[in-house]
T-cell receptor
Framework: DGGITQSPKYLFRKEGQNVTLSCEQN?????MYWYRQDPGQGLRLIYY???????QKGDIAEGYSVSREKKESFPLTVTSAQKNPTAFYLC????????????FGPGTRLTVT | QKEVEQNSGPLSVPEGAIASLNCTYS??????FFWYRQYSGKSPELIMF????GDKEDGRFTAQLNKASQYVSLLIRDSQPSDSATYLC?????????FGSGTRLSIRP
Protein backbone atom coordinates (compact mmCIF):
# COMPACT_ATOMS: atom_id res chain seq x y z
CA ASP A 1 0.00 0.00 0.00
CA GLY A 2 1.61 3.24 -1.16
CA GLY A 3 1.30 6.34 0.93
CA ILE A 4 2.72 8.90 3.31
CA THR A 5 3.02 8.28 7.00
CA GLN A 6 3.56 10.82 9.74
CA SER A 7 4.24 10.06 13.34
CA PRO A 8 3.18 10.62 15.96
CA LYS A 9 -0.41 11.75 15.41
CA TYR A 10 -0.38 13.87 18.57
CA LEU A 11 2.71 15.31 20.25
CA PHE A 12 3.00 17.30 23.45
CA ARG A 13 6.13 19.18 24.47
CA LYS A 14 7.25 21.71 27.00
CA GLU A 15 8.36 25.11 25.83
CA GLY A 16 12.10 25.28 25.15
CA GLN A 17 12.41 21.71 23.88
CA ASN A 18 13.26 20.75 20.32
CA VAL A 19 10.98 18.16 18.76
CA THR A 20 11.29 16.14 15.53
CA LEU A 21 8.30 15.15 13.41
CA SER A 22 8.63 12.13 11.18
CA CYS A 23 7.50 11.89 7.54
CA GLU A 24 8.01 8.81 5.36
CA GLN A 25 6.70 8.05 1.87
CA ASN A 26 6.83 4.95 -0.32
CA UNK A 27 5.37 6.57 -3.42
CA UNK A 28 8.82 6.98 -5.02
CA UNK A 29 8.21 10.72 -5.15
CA UNK A 30 11.19 13.02 -5.56
CA UNK A 31 9.66 16.11 -3.93
CA MET A 32 8.57 16.43 -0.32
CA TYR A 33 7.07 19.36 1.60
CA TRP A 34 6.26 20.49 5.11
CA TYR A 35 3.31 22.76 5.83
CA ARG A 36 1.86 24.30 8.92
CA GLN A 37 -1.87 24.86 9.38
CA ASP A 38 -3.37 27.00 12.11
CA PRO A 39 -7.09 26.88 13.02
CA GLY A 40 -9.30 28.31 10.29
CA GLN A 41 -6.33 29.08 8.06
CA GLY A 42 -4.76 27.72 4.93
CA LEU A 43 -1.47 25.92 4.52
CA ARG A 44 1.82 27.74 4.92
CA LEU A 45 4.97 26.23 3.44
CA ILE A 46 7.83 25.67 5.89
CA TYR A 47 10.44 23.76 3.83
CA TYR A 48 10.54 21.70 0.67
CA UNK A 49 12.95 19.33 -0.99
CA UNK A 50 13.03 18.33 -4.64
CA UNK A 51 15.95 15.92 -4.40
CA UNK A 52 17.93 14.03 -1.80
CA UNK A 53 20.46 16.12 0.14
CA UNK A 54 18.90 19.38 -1.03
CA UNK A 55 16.10 21.51 0.44
CA GLN A 56 14.83 25.08 0.31
CA LYS A 57 13.15 27.40 2.78
CA GLY A 58 9.50 28.12 2.35
CA ASP A 59 7.57 31.14 3.57
CA ILE A 60 7.89 30.48 7.31
CA ALA A 61 11.17 28.58 7.80
CA GLU A 62 12.37 30.49 10.87
CA GLY A 63 12.59 28.22 13.92
CA TYR A 64 12.45 25.02 11.86
CA SER A 65 15.05 22.72 10.33
CA VAL A 66 14.90 19.72 8.01
CA SER A 67 17.09 17.03 6.48
CA ARG A 68 16.71 14.86 3.38
CA GLU A 69 19.23 12.05 3.63
CA LYS A 70 16.96 9.49 2.00
CA LYS A 71 14.38 9.83 -0.77
CA GLU A 72 11.72 8.31 1.45
CA SER A 73 12.23 10.46 4.53
CA PHE A 74 11.94 14.18 5.29
CA PRO A 75 11.93 14.83 9.06
CA LEU A 76 11.10 18.28 10.44
CA THR A 77 12.60 19.62 13.66
CA VAL A 78 10.70 22.31 15.50
CA THR A 79 13.31 24.16 17.51
CA SER A 80 12.95 26.24 20.65
CA ALA A 81 13.47 29.31 18.46
CA GLN A 82 10.01 28.87 16.91
CA LYS A 83 7.92 31.38 18.83
CA ASN A 84 4.50 29.82 18.34
CA PRO A 85 4.97 26.13 17.52
CA THR A 86 1.52 24.81 18.46
CA ALA A 87 -0.11 23.86 15.15
CA PHE A 88 -1.15 21.05 12.80
CA TYR A 89 1.86 19.96 10.73
CA LEU A 90 1.34 18.35 7.34
CA CYS A 91 3.87 16.55 5.19
CA UNK A 92 3.23 16.11 1.46
CA UNK A 93 4.99 14.63 -1.53
CA UNK A 94 4.73 14.93 -5.30
CA UNK A 95 6.35 13.30 -8.32
CA UNK A 96 8.61 16.29 -8.78
CA UNK A 97 8.14 20.02 -8.55
CA UNK A 98 5.26 22.23 -7.58
CA UNK A 99 3.38 21.82 -10.87
CA UNK A 100 2.31 18.31 -9.93
CA UNK A 101 -0.37 17.31 -7.47
CA UNK A 102 0.71 16.82 -3.89
CA UNK A 103 -0.43 14.03 -1.63
CA PHE A 104 -0.63 14.58 2.10
CA GLY A 105 0.15 12.46 5.12
CA PRO A 106 -2.32 12.29 8.03
CA GLY A 107 -0.62 15.13 9.92
CA THR A 108 0.88 15.63 13.37
CA ARG A 109 -0.84 17.88 15.88
CA LEU A 110 1.84 19.50 18.05
CA THR A 111 0.97 21.19 21.32
CA VAL A 112 3.66 23.11 23.19
CA THR A 113 2.92 24.38 26.68
CA GLN B 1 2.60 38.73 -2.81
CA LYS B 2 1.03 36.08 -5.00
CA GLU B 3 -2.28 34.91 -3.61
CA VAL B 4 -5.12 32.48 -3.97
CA GLU B 5 -8.41 33.87 -2.70
CA GLN B 6 -11.46 31.95 -1.56
CA ASN B 7 -14.63 32.95 0.26
CA SER B 8 -14.29 31.42 3.73
CA GLY B 9 -18.01 30.60 3.96
CA PRO B 10 -19.75 28.77 5.39
CA LEU B 11 -21.59 27.94 2.21
CA SER B 12 -24.83 26.15 3.03
CA VAL B 13 -26.39 24.00 0.30
CA PRO B 14 -29.44 21.69 0.54
CA GLU B 15 -28.85 17.98 0.02
CA GLY B 16 -29.19 17.01 -3.63
CA ALA B 17 -28.43 20.51 -4.94
CA ILE B 18 -25.33 21.76 -6.78
CA ALA B 19 -22.60 23.31 -4.63
CA SER B 20 -20.44 25.91 -6.40
CA LEU B 21 -17.06 26.82 -4.93
CA ASN B 22 -14.96 29.62 -6.38
CA CYS B 23 -11.34 30.66 -6.29
CA THR B 24 -9.26 33.44 -7.86
CA TYR B 25 -5.51 33.60 -8.20
CA SER B 26 -3.14 36.48 -8.80
CA UNK B 27 -0.11 34.83 -10.45
CA UNK B 28 -0.63 34.72 -14.22
CA UNK B 29 2.28 32.27 -14.39
CA UNK B 30 0.23 29.60 -12.60
CA UNK B 31 -0.03 26.45 -14.67
CA UNK B 32 -1.74 23.85 -12.53
CA PHE B 33 -4.77 24.09 -10.27
CA PHE B 34 -5.96 21.76 -7.57
CA TRP B 35 -8.96 21.23 -5.34
CA TYR B 36 -8.52 19.50 -2.00
CA ARG B 37 -11.18 18.43 0.47
CA GLN B 38 -10.33 18.61 4.16
CA TYR B 39 -12.53 17.18 6.88
CA SER B 40 -12.20 18.71 10.33
CA GLY B 41 -9.04 17.46 12.06
CA LYS B 42 -7.88 15.54 8.99
CA SER B 43 -5.35 16.18 6.24
CA PRO B 44 -6.29 17.51 2.77
CA GLU B 45 -7.33 14.96 0.17
CA LEU B 46 -6.88 15.70 -3.53
CA ILE B 47 -10.19 15.52 -5.40
CA MET B 48 -9.53 17.31 -8.71
CA PHE B 49 -6.76 18.90 -10.71
CA UNK B 50 -6.96 20.89 -13.93
CA UNK B 51 -4.33 22.30 -16.26
CA UNK B 52 -6.26 23.55 -19.30
CA UNK B 53 -9.00 26.10 -19.82
CA GLY B 54 -12.48 24.64 -19.75
CA ASP B 55 -14.21 21.96 -17.74
CA LYS B 56 -13.00 18.69 -16.32
CA GLU B 57 -15.50 16.21 -14.93
CA ASP B 58 -14.96 13.32 -12.52
CA GLY B 59 -18.09 11.71 -11.16
CA ARG B 60 -20.11 14.30 -9.26
CA PHE B 61 -17.27 16.82 -9.42
CA THR B 62 -16.53 19.33 -12.19
CA ALA B 63 -13.56 21.66 -12.12
CA GLN B 64 -13.66 24.77 -14.31
CA LEU B 65 -10.68 26.92 -15.27
CA ASN B 66 -10.65 30.33 -16.92
CA LYS B 67 -7.07 31.56 -17.21
CA ALA B 68 -8.05 34.87 -18.79
CA SER B 69 -10.14 35.72 -15.72
CA GLN B 70 -7.75 33.92 -13.34
CA TYR B 71 -10.66 32.00 -11.96
CA VAL B 72 -11.11 28.38 -10.88
CA SER B 73 -14.28 26.78 -9.67
CA LEU B 74 -15.49 23.44 -8.36
CA LEU B 75 -19.05 22.21 -8.86
CA ILE B 76 -20.40 19.35 -6.77
CA ARG B 77 -23.60 17.84 -8.16
CA ASP B 78 -26.15 15.94 -6.07
CA SER B 79 -24.56 17.20 -2.85
CA GLN B 80 -24.41 14.70 -0.01
CA PRO B 81 -23.96 15.25 3.73
CA SER B 82 -20.55 13.59 3.37
CA ASP B 83 -19.50 16.50 1.15
CA SER B 84 -19.58 18.80 4.19
CA ALA B 85 -15.94 19.83 4.60
CA THR B 86 -13.51 22.64 3.88
CA TYR B 87 -12.39 22.85 0.25
CA LEU B 88 -8.92 24.21 -0.47
CA CYS B 89 -8.00 25.66 -3.84
CA UNK B 90 -4.34 25.69 -4.88
CA UNK B 91 -2.45 27.18 -7.82
CA UNK B 92 1.07 26.28 -8.82
CA UNK B 93 3.74 27.52 -11.14
CA UNK B 94 6.87 25.51 -11.94
CA UNK B 95 8.48 26.54 -8.68
CA UNK B 96 5.77 27.06 -6.10
CA UNK B 97 2.29 26.05 -5.04
CA UNK B 98 0.05 28.45 -3.13
CA PHE B 99 -3.03 27.37 -1.20
CA GLY B 100 -6.12 29.40 -0.47
CA SER B 101 -7.53 29.50 3.05
CA GLY B 102 -10.45 27.29 2.07
CA THR B 103 -14.23 27.48 1.82
CA ARG B 104 -16.28 25.70 4.44
CA LEU B 105 -19.19 23.82 2.80
CA SER B 106 -22.17 22.59 4.79
CA ILE B 107 -24.76 20.32 3.19
CA ARG B 108 -28.08 20.57 5.02
CA PRO B 109 -30.52 17.59 4.93
Amino acid sequence: DGGITQSPKYLFRKEGQNVTLSCEQNLNHDAMYWYRQDPGQGLRLIYYSQIVNDFQKGDIAEGYSVSREKKESFPLTVTSAQKNPTAFYLCASSITGAAYEQYFGPGTRLTVT
Amino acid sequence: QKEVEQNSGPLSVPEGAIASLNCTYSDRGSQSFFWYRQYSGKSPELIMFIYSNGDKEDGRFTAQLNKASQYVSLLIRDSQPSDSATYLCAASSASKIIFGSGTRLSIRP
